[in-house]
């Protein structure tokens, strides 16, 4: 059986606690096939209750090599990820949904994000409150991930 990444288990093995037993062992009688073949009824249940209390081992090792996999990834990613931190006042462009406001005009050339916008105040969840330069408020708050800051080229007395 094959070995997932992520657990260094197989999956058969994380719900039965034993290696599965594949057809072509059983038809040409492998080792493992036949020292089950010698064994007892009494030491076969005594073996099978053994693996089924070293399954939760084999659980217990297989979520931590999961938490373990969940951090290397996050490491990764964290790496490559810029982090946008903003602040009362700040000015920021606002992404433009493509689905509702594409203008026909421009087809795929229309603009992704428009503004400037200021931050007002701050929403909890990583989210924002915009208002126009002219200072009306915008009714709903917008998550981070819709912004990004605005670089003015000529600086606007706030």
């Not at 594949?22 to 038809?27: A, H």
Request: with cysteine; glycine share 6%; hydrophobic share 35%.
């Amino acid at each position: 059986m094959a070995f997932h990444g992520s657990t260094k288990v197989s999956p058969y093995q994380l719900v039965y606690g034993h290696d599965a037993v594949l057809p072509w062992e059983v038809k040409t009688g492998s080792r493992r096939m036949f020292s089950q073949d010698q064994l007892t009824t009494d030491d076969y249940t005594t073996l099978m209750k053994d693996e089924l209390d070293d399954l939760v081992e084999h659980r217990l090792r297989a979520l931590i090599s999961i938490e373990e996999n969940r951090k290397r990834v996050a490491k990764w990613y964290d790496k490559k990820v810029k982090a946008k931190e903003f602040v009362d006042g700040d000015l920021v462009w606002k992404l433009i949904p493509p689905i509702v406001t594409k203008n026909s005009k421009f087809g795929k050339w229309s603009p992704n994000w428009e503004g400037p916008y200021r931050i007002n105040r701050c929403a909890p969840g990583n989210a924002f409150i915009l208002e126009t330069l002219e200072g009306v408020e915008f009714p709903r708050a917008l998550n981070r991930k819709y912004l990004k800051r605005y670089y003015p080229s000529i600086w606007i007395d706030a």
